[in-house]
DNA sequence: GAGTCTTAGTTCACGACCTGGAAGAAGGGA
DNA sequence: TCCCTTCTTCCAGGTCGTGAACTAAGACTC
């Protein structure tokens, strides 16, 4: 039960953080919108924003006819006031990318890995942002944070657990701080990607939502009453691992009938091979041969994959009805661009009435590589948050 | 993409609320306490105190050793400074319990139904309103709210679909509000047992739960951060329809394999019945029989039955990461009275080892007449949340 | 092209509010 | 009687949003 006070100085963060979020949210804004659609009086918005200019973090750009009278100026967060840097840690490479505020892509460095190391890990990441500080050509002062994304569970800031990296207890934050002192923040990759379409692909605008991640495994990013769902110790979203065929196929994470088990990549070969079907080459490729193959197993394996899929996201549907699911990961959207309205309807199946009928099912707009976009996001949103003010540096 | 200004009357309302919620859930407390607790300063709690004992809504209450000092006066919500009426709308029984403020049962009144239409529920609502309000001798005006619980989906107090009462777009608090002056809530059955869960029962103290209710059907109510969670169209919690054996037996939902169909009790009794059991009595008579017989398939369905509701725990416990699941409903306390233990290894057996070794799974303390409980618990949230400030009557 | 209308944005006095500090009152024990 | 802790009271200091009056900047009118 956290209770807090509110003193004088929180309501003047608070509102700055609401002027500032809707002018980065709802795109270039004039004073008098915000003043509508903050409810503040326009003097406090003149004020807020004359403040929030005088120190560089908005800017005016161009005015736009206003209906009748002295033209609106609009408002937009500068781009250039800071940049941010996103990484991401895969089981085979280390990327890192740097952004301005408007997240364009500034600098981008690559480099490949296998099974790093947490001390490998860090070193690439700094090596990384040097090259991408260095590459870009902007300050090192000028960074706002440095977030990082990783494939496992991740606790305030410390990898708890990684079962693909096979890192455990590893404060990954901490161990990236001795080697900068631009502000870092760890999360989960597949949070981040769920944040970078909740923010810039599919998922902009809706406030309950699910970001359904199907490659290899499946996992997905929980979006509650406009913000990130994490659970009592932020492991939730394990849609993977939900039993859906009680007692059937054992999953690599040991309990029977996962919905991974059955359509995770590797499930739906599994099964396909059991099936008689031909499985060549590596895993990717062979997901893409078996969805455009027409042969009998093929057929059969594809719409047992689109009922299990279906029965997944109903299960989603009932529980928390969400007002979107968005289905990424590599498989999920090979899958979803074939097989989209067959998903849909085979979820109507399974689900009720009126949840499904609140959903909306799409598929992700950024593609596999927006992780280290979402993971750049963390330092915005937390600017955001602030009302424009920058973290304090050691 | 709400977003609110804050003013400076909202600091002092959310200040006055963040003092009552503390004296309120946190039992007894002193100021000094207080300013500890609230990180205000000890004038403001002097302040804000007095202008909360003035108006009657905190009252002190008796005093304790100090630390060899001046004894610290005790302060608490002054169980009488309102009242709150629960009602809970069943489908055998409108019962409307009038409490004091510190939810002491003070008038009860029972009506026997069976499929009622709405008008017939507003008048058995509205006699019982009156008739705890004769009898316990409370002032009209000394009543905070009504609170409804109706088994059904609820949207903006309003009853959009009741299955098990044939009702459909039903405006109750509207129809309420017709023969009534004191505010009206309406909210859904399964979610008021879980907030007096949360509040007075097995939840307390937590703030991401799931209370699970087994009864004839399935059903839970989401605490998120502290607060319920309805999704975007406040039908969020239908676990009992979530597929568990895809393919599986018939629900009546119309979808196959649904939870309820295989831990419902109806569901527990017919799959008792197919592996020759005898069925005998009303359904409650007949699954406590059930759960006391040592025959072969009554041990067998038993077990079953804990297995797969270990299953759908175990999705609760992968997806939504709780701290705590509490089960309750009539069959769920019967089951769980007999077989907790069982009921947890078997969790661990379809969880993920981290979620699993971070929820406590405990069975409900209220009972099941705590509906009108949880029901009369909305007005006094709403008055915690304004600070004390009581709701504008017509 | 001067005046007027309309809408956008700014300035300023005001009242509400929390804080920290100091002084003191209240209530008990040594 | 003295000491200690808990409250209360008071005040200056500072912050903040608001409403009303005011200025700015175009377009329209005659």
């Known amino acids: ?12 963060r608070s509102n700055r953080s609401v002027i ?7 795109g270039p804004l004039s004073r008098q919108e915000l003043t509508v659609r903050t409810s503040l009086s326009a003097a406090s918005v003149s004020n807020l924003v004359a403040e929030l200019i005088a120190e560089g973090v908005v800017e005016e750009a161009g005015s736009v006819e206003s209906e009748g009278g002295r033209p609106r100026v609009l408002l937009r967060v500068a781009p250039t006031f800071r940049y941010v840097v996103g990484a991401e840690v895969g089981e085979t490479r280390v990327r890192v990318e740097l952004f301005d505020l408007a997240m364009n892509v500034l600098a981008r460095a690559d480099h490949p890995t296998s099974a790093p190391t947490p001390a490998e890990v860090v070193k690439h990441v700094l090596e990384g942002l040097s090259s991408v500080i260095t590459a870009s050509g902007v300050q090192p002062q000028q960074v706002l944070g440095l977030g990082v994304a990783v494939a496992g569970v991740v606790e305030d800031n410390a990898v708890v657990d990684a079962q693909t990296l096979g890192w455990e ?13 631009i502000p870092v923040h760890v999360d989960n990759g597949a949070n981040m990607l769920g944040q970078a379409e909740m923010y810039f692909g599919a998922g ?8 359904a991640l199907v490659g290899s495994g499946v996992g997905s990013a929980l979006v509650a009453g406009g913000s990130s769902y994490r659970g009592t110790r932020s492991s939730a979203g394990e849609w993977g691992h939900m039993t859906i065929v009680y007692g059937g196929r054992q999953c690599r994470c040991g309990a029977l009938g996962c919905l991974e088990a059955y359509v995770g990549a590797e499930g739906v070969l599994d099964r396909y091979r059991e099936a008689g079907g031909l499985v060549e080459g590596d895993e990717e490729t062979a997901f893409v041969a078996l969805l455009s193959s027409t042969s009998e197993p093929a057929a059969t394996i594809i719409a047992d994959t689109i009922g299990y899929l279906a029965a997944g996201f109903a299960n989603l549907v009932n529980l928390v009805n969400p007002e979107r699911i968005v289905l ?22 399974h689900a009720l009435r009126r949840p499904y009928a609140q959903v909306s099912i799409v598929l992700c707009e950024l593609g596999r590589d927006a992780v280290a976009l979402g993971a750049a996001t963390l330092p915005v949103v937390r600017l955001l948050r602030d009302g424009g003010a920058l973290p304090n540096r050691r």
């Open 328 to 349: 990424g990961g590599w498989a999920g959207l090979a899958l979803g661009e074939k097989h989209l309205d067959e998903l849909r309807a085979e979820v109507g199946k």
């Open 1 to 12: 039960m956290e209770v807090r006070r509110t003193t004088v100085r929180d309501m003047r």
């Open 20 to 26: 500032l979020t809707s002018i980065y949210r709802e």
């Open 204 to 211: 902009r605008g809706a406030t309950d939502a699910v970001v």
């Open 169 to 181: 207890a590893v404060p990954l934050a901490e161990m990236l701080a001795e080697g900068t002192d």
